[in-house]
């Protein structure tokens, strides 16, 4: 797979001697935010290949042995790779993390942590993801404003859900800081591109504050 062919720059995340060989196929702004933001966090070594992001590069064969639907982000560690970015936060904590950064499984701090992961993607991602499509995405002609106009109402719905439904913070899980705050993050920098997050949603706005406070989640925008 020609991949690296068709990479900008690849940029290396390593300090440590760990045995594992990450590499991300990375697009500034995507998805694989949460990836590049919890290997900083881990102090894990990444090498971050930055590609082509054009439906050519994303339709053509090579890509789409790695992401079968031709999105991004893709992980390999060594000859492993997979797609989901939530998938490979899990991957990366259970392989690497050694108990940093995920609730004991089993717990209900667990089941909460799981619960809001799975809601940053699978509930208030796809929304936004819609408004994407419809805004940036697709060729202008293929744009439909009123797909827009619902799934900012569905998005609305989610912010509001977060808003009641989290815990006092100033993490998702209170005074922790886990890997859900890194998957639930990336949704949030979507909601504020997009003009979600309003001055009302208080908790909301000091939660995401709060991120915007960890340096590591400063220096993965900035990639
Ligand atoms: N659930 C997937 C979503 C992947 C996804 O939608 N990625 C976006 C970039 S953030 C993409 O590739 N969009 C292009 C498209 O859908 O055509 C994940 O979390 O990795």
Redesign the pocket.
């Known amino acids: 797979m020609q991949v690296g062919s068709c990479c900008k720059h690849a940029v290396v995340l390593s300090r440590n001697n760990y045995p594992m060989a990450l590499t991300l196929y990375h697009?500034a702004?995507?998805?694989?935010l949460?990836v590049i933001w919890l290997c900083l966090e881990l102090d894990l070594p990444l090498t971050i290949e930055t590609i082509d992001?054009s439906?050519k590069f994303?339709n053509s064969e090579g890509w789409r042995t790695l992401?079968p639907?031709?999105?991004?982000?893709v992980l390999r560690d060594d000859g492993f790779t997979m797609?989901?970015?939530?998938?490979?936060l899990q991957y990366l904590l259970d392989a690497y993390g050694a108990g940093r950064l995920q609730p004991r499984a089993g717990t209900q701090a667990a089941a909460m942590f799981q619960q809001w992961s799975w809601f940053a993607?699978?509930t208030f991602?796809r929304p936004l993801?819609d408004i994407?499509?419809h805004t940036v995405?697709?060729p202008e002609a293929l744009r439909i404003p009123a797909v827009v106009d619902d799934a900012r109402q569905r998005a609305s719905v989610c912010l509001q859900a977060l808003e009641v439904g989290m815990d006092a913070g100033p993490y998702l899980l209170g005074d922790a800081f886990t890997a859900a705050d890194v998957n639930m993050g990336?949704s949030l920098v979507l909601a504020e591109r997009f003009g979600l997050i309003e001055p009302g949603l208080n908790r909301v706005v000091s939660y995401f504050d709060a991120l915007k406070t960890r340096p590591h989640f400063v220096k993965a925008l900035t990639l």
């Open positions: 697009v702004g995507s998805r694989s949460r992001f439906p994303r992401s639907t031709g999105k991004v982000p797609f989901e970015s939530g998938a490979m993607e699978a991602a993801g994407a499509q995405v697709r990336y």
